[in-house]
């Protein structure tokens, strides 16, 4: 009696478990619906803007840069703000990380540390970003300002952290300063 009692348990773990996989992939897919649909949305409203999609990840380019493409050793240095995307739409109520004084500002954010805020290089050889940034980067040019968009599953996935809920997309606004390729 007891060995089918733990089967019986065994069986409904691994049941549970593999429903929960696949409403975490429902998830991730309806999120990237949701970003193409707020692109196509964005295309429309402006044709002046371009996307450029690389594996699920979404850059929106607001203005284009020039000279080169930022390669995927390349080093990148800008201003950004960071939204949780799980409205589907950009607002500052969901600002959730910027070094841009202006969009600190606009928020009416107080930094404490004025050294949060201001320019920062990445290198994207060290891999330090999260996945949808890190690939999201690549191909931008200086002077370039864009948004990068992409769901949970390349941001923090099933972690929480800080206002960031977990399995949530996210978009990110960038004003490109500068690259340099090696």
């Given at each position: 009696m007891k060995a089918k009692t733990i089967l019986y348990l065994f069986f409904a773990a691994l049941l549970t478990l593999s429903c929960t996989g696949e409403s975490v992939k429902l998830t991730y897919s309806t999120q990237a619906t949701k970003i193409d649909d707020y692109v196509k949305k964005q295309l429309t409203d402006n044709p002046d803007r371009r996307s450029v999609i690389t594996d699920g990840i979404v850059r929106l380019v607001e203005v284009e840069g020039e000279g080169d493409e930022l390669q995927e050793d390349g080093t990148v240095s800008f201003l950004y703000a960071g939204y949780d995307f799980s409205s589907y739409s950009i607002t500052s109520s969901r600002l959730f990380?910027?070094?841009?004084?202006?969009?600190?500002?606009?928020?009416?954010?107080?930094?404490?540390?004025?050294?949060?805020?201001?320019?920062?290089?990445?290198?994207?050889?060290?891999?330090?970003?999260?996945?949808?940034?890190?690939?999201?980067?690549?191909?931008?040019?200086?002077?370039?300002?864009?948004?990068?968009?992409?769901?949970?599953?390349?941001?923090?996935?099933?972690?929480?952290?800080?206002?960031?809920?977990?399995?949530a997309p996210l978009a990110y606004h960038f004003w490109i300063i500068k690259i340099e390729n090696f």
């Open positions: 990380a910027t070094n841009s004084p202006d969009v600190a500002q606009e928020a009416r954010w107080e930094v404490s540390d004025s050294t949060l805020l201001g320019e920062k290089i990445v290198s994207l050889k060290d891999n330090i970003l999260l996945d949808g940034l890190q690939k999201g980067l690549v191909g931008v040019k200086e002077g370039e300002e864009c948004y990068i968009i992409f769901p949970g599953n390349r941001a923090f996935g099933k972690n929480t952290l800080g206002t960031i809920p977990a399995y």
